[in-house]
């Protein structure tokens, strides 16, 4: 309700007018305009709350860097790979850590500073932790196979000459983890699961450990088991030629063997080696097992022996079953055992990998891929079950916002029906978005499910298509399950005298038109993308190569590999196809846009949630600062051109996304990227190119078509209505959640006003009336936190806002009063439905709230006139 004492929504409403006296007086309705629009504030500070208290569980600040600095350096070494990169010889350097530790000297302590940070800790190495010994040619890799090393080893233990025919060959993601370096084991697991936690990307996974690596590779999954949330759980673990976790103190100690003194001698084991061999020695005889009666995995084991082995017998290897859920182990016999000649070196089994560890770790990486299971959706119910007659209140659009909308309305006791035109719901994301699609901003920023408890992953950083999907299936699957509609057509939407509506379908596929009476309608129709944009161009028919459009997976079966590819347009569907053709091997890509677009490093996003905010949601200037520099050399090292509209004090241009890529910068650095504006004038008469209309010239043989969308227009032409209010609200439980237009001057501009300014009318609002009504919010007990101006805590993402806004209409149809009160005491609506600007919302509920503020005084200070 925006006040202080705790209850119920709505508890305390109308108690609070009562304090003012037992009859109605004129100031009761501003008060219950005032608990109407800021409960929809304090939803949006509980959603902020919500979401800082998700990214605490999910990481810390260093550990979202760790993540985010080892896929820059998998995305790195990706584009010098290719045979056409420049600077091959030369890292692209992660220039985020740094710029982040200023940050933190500038304005306090971000998310995890408060808690204590393994720190790595490490002797004598003979490589880093985590070392990537293939890199597959496209990003993301259908698989990854991440190698533990034995003991004595490092990332030479593997010769990628045999590991790469793990399926499909020299297509796997293999990294080795190196545990060497260390003399406690203890620490070094807990040191070990740190950089084991970058790993972050949702992959289909399988770790193997071989000797000792195998310890290492339980210990350290079963610390990320005991609560570490990450995307990157292994889906099967491989051990070779080790004890099981209970037995291996007592059974693996090689060093006490007859003859280890002879072979630490030998004239081949320098004393390099000696000491490397004392430390791993050190570390193995330090290991004592502690988890007796909860030691099982939540992942398939595989157990690897070899018969007559001199360090290790059968049963002790097969005593890994009781670490495996039931039914999902396997004990496999290799060749003949090997001598030790080549123990010390690190090198015995693993330098030539057997073909059956390798049709092991595949058949592990088909059988249990994580996307079988991921991709059995949750149940809705039937989809096609008859239409009621009757109902509280009608959702239209079965996307994400409309899901969650149908959602919120149920769990506050609603009857409801979600219809949606298509024949599956998801919206855009189903029908624009394409099997490459992500999200254009963090986890975090877009989340609508709270995974967590054993074995939970959270989704990975700007999550992929199907991910998203997965989670409007769940949603829908909560409290509306049944209440769903698909290729159901809204045809008319009518008021009756009565207050209630009546809305007219249209079945898509057979006809049958259906009328249905409701208490309310909430239309989630995505007023963004409407029909595309259709272009084309004088010679197309003369293109030798391809030519397509960036949505619904046009490009599905087309390969990228060393094509030179124009991406036109400059929105958040060209970044996407840019970072896609990038990742899957394009030789050179082109973004050709009319004007600049803004695209950022990931870094820059996601700070909005690791940040520290004030009581007002705003972040430190000093800080902003620093950050926009860090952004600014990210473009000039990687010799992109800086967007035009920077100079103007705008971060983007009117009606873009500020585009989210690493890759983009790094393909820039290394040759591979170019930003350039112009237009198309036609098609090159050699078929492998285009002119521009400025008289330049781009090879091309792949044309991809971001060429955007015309906004949507149904909501008027079904409800006659072109104005709304800045709380969603078109009229009484009427709502339209509308995304609106990313215009520039919601980040203010320093040179120039931005052409979506209003002049805002505050009428004979005096500063006396203002101040008497804030000083009468206080003394009814109104959180005054609510009544400030705030900042935006959901950095560029569509999560948070889906979620609260939901909620608020679904309280407003439950609280009437409140809802009539400020409909009523709003004045007119005065944004535009179709060019809804977001910058216009935030001036808009400025000035209902000081009219209402303003209101209320006025009734004070008559009041207070009135007793003396």
């Not at 995305?75 to 692209?92: G, V, Y």
């Not at 505050?762 to 000083?775: A, K, M, S, V």
Request: hydrophobic share 35%.
């Amino acid at each position: 309700t925006g006040r202080t004492p705790a209850g119920r929504p709505g508890e305390g409403v109308i108690p609070c007018a009562q304090a003012m006296g037992e009859s109605l007086k004129p100031n009761d309705e501003v008060i219950q305009a005032i608990s109407g629009i800021l409960k929809g504030k304090e939803l949006l500070f509980a959603q902020s709350d919500t979401m800082r208290k998700w990214t605490e569980s999910r990481f810390t600040t260093d550990r979202w860097l760790d993540e985010n600095e080892r896929e820059w350096y998998a995305l790195d070494r990706l584009c010098r790979s290719r045979p056409w990169a420049t600077n091959k010889d030369t890292q692209f350097k992660y220039p985020f850590r740094d710029a982040t530790n200023q940050m933190r000297e500038a304005e306090g302590g971000w998310i995890g500073d408060d808690q204590s940070t393994v720190k790595i800790e490490r002797g004598d190495a003979p490589c880093d932790v985590i070392v990537q010994v293939q890199v597959p040619p496209e990003f993301p890799p259908e698989h990854r196979v991440l190698l533990f090393t034995p003991e004595f080893g490092s990332h030479a233990s593997f010769d990628m000459e045999s590991w790469s025919f793990i399926e499909p060959e020299e297509k796997v993601d293999i990294w080795v983890v190196c545990w060497q370096g260390w003399t406690d084991f203890d620490s070094m697991a807990e040191q070990v699961t740190r950089r084991v936690l970058s790993f972050a990307d949702g992959v289909n996974t399988v770790w193997f450990g071989q000797s000792m690596g195998a310890i290492v590779a339980y210990e350290v999954l079963k610390r990320i088991q005991a609560g570490i949330q990450t995307p990157n759980l292994p889906v099967g673990l491989v051990v070779a030629d080790c004890p099981a976790p209970h037995d291996f103190a007592a059974m693996y100690r090689p060093y006490k063997r007859s003859g280890w003194s002879e072979m630490l001698a030998g004239p081949d084991v320098t004393d390099e080696r000696r000491n490397r061999v004392a430390a791993d020695i050190a570390t193995m005889s330090s290991y004592s097992f502690k988890r007796q009666g909860a030691e099982g995995v939540l992942c398939p084991i595989a157990a690897l022996w070899h018969e007559d082995d001199q360090l290790v017998a059968q049963a002790p290897i097969q005593a890994w079953e009781r670490y495996a859920p039931a039914g999902k182990f396997d004990l496999v016999e290799l060749g003949e055992a090997e001598g030790l000649d080549e123990y010390l070196q690190g090198t015995r089994y693993t330098l030539n990998a057997d073909p059956q560890v390798l049709s092991t770790l595949s058949e592990m990486c088909e059988k249990y891929s994580r996307w079988i299971e991921d991709d059995a959706l949750p149940d809705i119910g039937d989809t096609d079950a008859p239409l009621p007659d009757e109902i509280d209140c009608v959702v239209i659009g079965a996307g994400i916002a409309g899901v969650n909308q149908a959602n919120a309305l149920a769990r506050e006791g609603k009857s409801v029906i979600c219809l949606d035109r298509y024949h599956e719901i998801g919206g855009v994301w189903n029908f624009y978005g394409n099997d490459y699609s992500r999200v254009n901003t963090s986890e975090i920023g877009y989340r609508i499910v709270e995974r967590m408890g054993l074995g939970e992953r959270p989704n990975e950083d700007h999550t992929p298509r199907r991910d998203i999907m997965r989670d409007i299936y769940v949603v829908a699957s909560q409290y509306c399950k049944g209440c769903i509609r698909c290729n159901i057509d809204v045809t008319s939407v009518e008021k009756l005298p009565d207050g209630r509506y009546k809305v007219g379908t249209r079945h898509v596929k057979n006809g049958t038109e259906k009328t249905i009476l409701t208490e309310g309608i909430s239309f989630h129709v995505n007023r963004r993308i409407g029909k595309r944009r259709e272009v084309d161009w004088d010679g197309s028919h003369l293109f030798r190569g391809d030519i397509f459009y960036g949505y619904g997976n046009e490009m599905r079966t087309v390969s990228f590999w060393g094509k030179s590819v124009l991406v036109v347009g400059a929105g958040a569907f060209a970044f996407e196809n840019v970072r896609t053709a990038l990742e899957h091997g394009a030789k050179h890509v082109t973004l050709l846009g009319r004007r600049d677009g803004t695209t950022c490093p990931k870094w820059i996003d996601m700070i909005a949630f690791l940040r520290p905010l004030d009581k007002n949601l705003m972040t430190h200037r000093s800080g902003n600062m620093i950050s926009f520099e860090c952004w600014q050399n990210c473009y000039k090292d990687a010799n992109l051109r800086l967007p035009k509209c920077w100079e103007d004090g705008l971060l983007k241009p009117n009606n873009h996304t500020i585009s989210v890529s690493d890759v983009a910068f790094i393909a820039g650095f290394h040759g591979l990227f170019k930003l350039q504006v112009g237009e198309i004038s036609h098609i090159r008469e050699d078929g492998m190119g285009v002119d521009l209309k400025d008289g330049s010239t781009i090879d091309c043989n792949m044309i991809i078509k971001c060429t955007g969308f015309h906004l949507n227009d149904e909501v008027p032409r079904l409800t006659g209505m072109h104005k709304m209010q800045p709380y969603g609200l078109l009229e009484f439980n009427m709502n339209y959640g509308a995304e609106p237009l990313l215009d520039g001057g919601q980040f203010g501009a320093s040179t120039s006003k931005d052409k979506t300014e209003v002049e805002l009318d505050f009428g004979d609002i005096t500063e006396e009336q203002y101040n008497r009504g804030l000083q009468a919010l206080q003394e009814l007990g109104f959180d005054m936190n609510l009544v400030q101006p705030h900042g935006n805590p959901f950095g560029s993402g569509q999560g948070g806002p889906v979620v609260y806004l939901s909620k608020h209409f679904a309280w407003l149809m439950n609280h009437p009063k409140e809802q009539q009160a400020l409909l009523r005491l709003s004045g007119k609506p005065p944004q535009d439905v179709v060019n809804l600007w977001s910058s216009q919302i935030g001036e808009y509920q400025h000035l209902i709230m000081m009219r209402l503020i303003s209101a209320l005084g006025k009734a004070a200070l008559a009041e207070d006139r009135s007793k003396a």
